[in-house]
């Protein structure tokens, strides 16, 4: 009780999804808590932000203007800040949402190539992006999901690097579409061959335990083992867990590994830290920094662990 009560001594963005998923509270109490993502903390300073064109930071991905010689990449443009505020909670019904996505949907286009937000561009982590948002905000994205049926490669994944000749899936870019495709899924029924799709890349993770190479067995990536947030367009083994949790059903036995790794993690205090950072500018912090317990990472890894069970 004592991480719980830690949890939500915190912003209307965590509270709510702490009572929703580890509380069980009321539906009343968890809707009334999210409502106020709109109006107070977090949520209502990141729309705030957005400009009367629509953008946040004058750009869809990217700001229109920052140093692209400074550490990592910016994270203040359009796609980044809609992201943060799905992952509030923002209500997409709500008149905020409306209003904010109704500016996006009129205003935002692709520095790629000019297109409408809600169109996509060329590469499938933002194309499963721009799904994810579409379809959380109620806008029709279903040309994109077509889009990322047919960029799907051999192996069941993508990678953003196949219209430079890659063959070979990313762990990043495959998360990113697959957490499209199943959002895109829930608001709209999807179809067969979407739902096939996703199938075929959940396949690819789990067939790899979620962090090691098929051919070897050796670990991808140490990052993997420590836990950012925000994600941003990263993948990490707490990332693709929280996939898995949201699909829901009883878990795969080949998510056993990463669920042990999550578990390591766990401070004695019976939190989790917040992790690997990724660099560039950002609108405002929402936690201690790297090597404090975080109340975001905390959240997520608990809620796994409950869906995992023992």
Same mark, same amino acid.
Request: charged content about 25%; some cysteine; aromatic content about 10%.
């Given at each position: 009780?004592?991480?719980?009560?830690w949890l939500l001594d915190s912003d209307p963005s965590i509270r709510w999804q702490v009572l929703r998923d580890l509380a069980d509270a009321?539906?009343?109490?968890?809707?009334?808590?999210?409502?106020?993502?709109?109006?107070?903390?977090?949520?209502?300073?990141?729309?705030?932000?957005?400009?009367?064109?629509?953008?946040?930071?004058?750009?869809?991905?990217?700001?229109? =203007?920052?140093?692209?010689?400074?550490?990592?990449?910016?994270?203040?443009?359009?796609?980044?800040?809609?992201?943060?505020?799905?992952?509030?909670?923002?209500?997409?019904?709500?008149?905020?949402?409306?209003?904010?996505?109704?500016?996006?949907?009129?205003?935002?286009?692709?520095?790629?190539?000019?297109?409408?937000?809600?169109?996509?561009?060329?590469?499938?982590?933002?194309?499963?992006?721009?799904?994810?948002?579409?379809?959380?905000?109620? =806008?029709?994205?279903?040309?994109?999901?077509?889009?990322?049926?047919?960029? =799907?490669?051999?192996?069941?994944?993508?990678?953003?690097?196949?219209?430079?000749?890659?063959?070979?899936?990313?762990?990043?870019?495959?998360?990113?579409?697959?957490?499209?495709?199943?959002?895109?899924?829930?608001?709209?029924?999807?179809?067969?061959?979407?739902?096939?799709?996703?199938?075929?890349?959940?396949?690819?993770?789990?067939?790899?335990?979620?962090?090691?190479?098929?051919?070897?067995?050796?670990?991808?990536?140490?990052?993997?083992?420590?836990?950012?947030?925000?994600?941003?367009?990263?993948?990490?083994?707490?990332?693709?867990?929280?996939?898995?949790?949201?699909?829901?059903?009883?878990?795969?036995?080949?998510?056993?590994?990463?669920?042990?790794?999550?578990?390591?993690?766990?401070?004695?205090?019976?939190?989790?830290?917040?992790?690997?950072?990724?660099?560039?500018?950002?609108?405002?912090?929402?936690?201690?920094?790297?090597?404090?317990?975080?109340?975001?990472?905390?959240?997520?890894?608990?809620?796994?662990?409950?869906?995992?069970?023992?």
């Amino acid at each position: 009780m004592e991480v719980l009560d830690w949890l939500l001594d915190s912003d209307p963005s965590i509270r709510w999804q702490v009572l929703r998923d580890l509380a069980d509270a009321p539906p009343g109490e968890v809707s009334a808590e999210r409502a106020r993502v709109a109006s107070e903390g977090w949520g209502a300073r990141l729309l705030a932000l957005q400009g009367a064109d629509g953008q946040w930071d004058g750009g869809t991905y990217y700001p229109a =203007q920052y140093d692209d010689s400074a550490p990592g990449q910016p994270w203040t443009a359009t796609t980044y800040s809609l992201l943060l505020l799905r992952e509030f909670g923002l209500d997409p019904d709500s008149n905020e949402a409306r209003r904010a996505v109704g500016l996006v949907r009129e205003n935002s286009r692709w520095e790629e190539g000019d297109q409408p937000f809600f169109e996509g561009e060329v590469e499938p982590c933002v194309n499963g992006m721009a799904v994810t948002l579409g379809a959380y905000f109620g =806008q029709n994205v279903d040309g994109v999901v077509s889009r990322l049926l047919g960029d =799907q490669l051999a192996d069941g994944g993508w990678n953003c690097e196949a219209e430079n000749g890659s063959t070979r899936s990313s762990f990043g870019t495959t998360i990113n579409v697959l957490e499209g495709l199943l959002e895109h899924e829930r608001a709209t029924g999807g179809s067969p061959a979407s739902a096939a799709a996703r199938k075929r890349a959940e396949e690819y993770l789990l067939e790899r335990g979620l962090l090691r190479r098929k051919s070897t067995g050796e670990l991808i990536n140490e990052e993997w083992l420590h836990f950012s947030y925000p994600t941003r367009w990263f993948y990490d083994v707490l990332r693709g867990l929280e996939y898995f949790r949201a699909v829901g059903g009883p878990p795969d036995e080949r998510t056993a590994e990463a669920v042990g790794v999550l578990r390591s993690r766990r401070q004695a205090d019976g939190t989790w830290l917040l992790e690997n950072t990724h660099p560039g500018r950002i609108h405002f912090s929402m936690e201690d920094g790297d090597g404090r317990p975080s109340r975001w990472n905390t959240l997520r890894a608990l809620r796994v662990v409950r869906w995992y069970g023992d």
